[in-house]
Every structure is written in C-alpha cells, then in structure tokens.
C-alpha cells in the first residue's frame, strides 16, 4: 500500500513539473509577436461538367375503377307495436302532522360576558445603533533601564 501512495506521488510530481515547463512555453508564446502569414495564390479550378438531361417517358394513365352493381335492399321489418297495460294508480301518503318544539323555559340562568382586557403598550425601542464606542485608558509600559 505505502508503494501505491509514493508511486502516485511520484507521478503528481513528474505532472508539475512538465506543467510548469508548459506554462513557461505558452508564456514565451503569448509574449512574442504575431508573425505575418504569408499570402497563397488561389487555385484555379476546372469547371464543373454538365449534368445531360435524361430522357423523358411516357407514363401510362391509371386504369379507372370500375363501378359495382347497385343491388336491392330489403326494407326493414316493423316493429310491432306493444299492448298498453293498465297499472292502478299510486296510493296516497297520508300527511303527518307537523311536530311542535317544547319552548325553552326562561329559568336559566344567562351567560356572563367576558370581560375585555386591554394590552399595556409596547416601551419604545431605539430606532438607531449607537456607532461611538467608549474609550478605555490604556497604561503606557514603565520605562526600560537598558536601551536596545
């Protein structure tokens, strides 16, 4: 394991290295002068030959279709018509008399009301921040008896 470890360190360096030789280059590169290309003289080519036109023919017209026989129907059988049957007629429902509500007697007590609180107010809060910050005094060390 610890061969695998230095053999990738060894390639990590060896990659620095031709990097940094590669950076110097592209450096040396983009540091001089543009050269001037020279200028090719343009190639003349032949012309192109001429497609010959293809001969053109004759297609014979598409056959017609031919029209079929119109054949008889046979009229649709009718329907019979069905016998009505006689149904008695619904009974009635009897109307239910319409039931009354007991009233509330008036003995019961009523509900007390809440009482409503109000809120103190909110204290005021200052709207800016004080940027000035107090100074502290500082002792200056004692004199030194050797100079340096």
């Not at 204290?123 to 910050?133: D, G, S």
């Amino acid at each position: 394991m610890a061969s695998y470890s230095s053999f990738i360190l060894a390639v990590f360096i060896a990659i620095s290295f031709s990097s940094m030789n590669i950076s110097l280059a592209a450096r040396n590169l983009l540091q001089t002068s543009n050269p001037t290309t020279p200028t090719l003289p343009k190639p003349t080519l032949p012309p192109l030959p001429t497609v010959p036109t293809l001969p053109q023919g004759k297609v014979p017209p598409l056959p017609t279709i031919p029209t079929l026989p119109q054949g008889k129907v046979p009229p649709l059988p009718t329907i019979p018509t069905l016998p009505q049957a006689n149904v008695p007629p619904l009974p009635t429902i009897p109307t239910l008399p319409k039931p009354t509500q007991p009233s509330i007697p008036s003995t019961i007590p009523t509900i007390p009301t809440i009482p409503q609180f109000t809120l103190p107010p909110l204290p005021n809060f200052p709207t800016t921040i004080p940027i000035t910050l107090p100074s502290f005094p500082f002792f200056t060390p004692p004199p030194s008896k050797t100079s340096p």
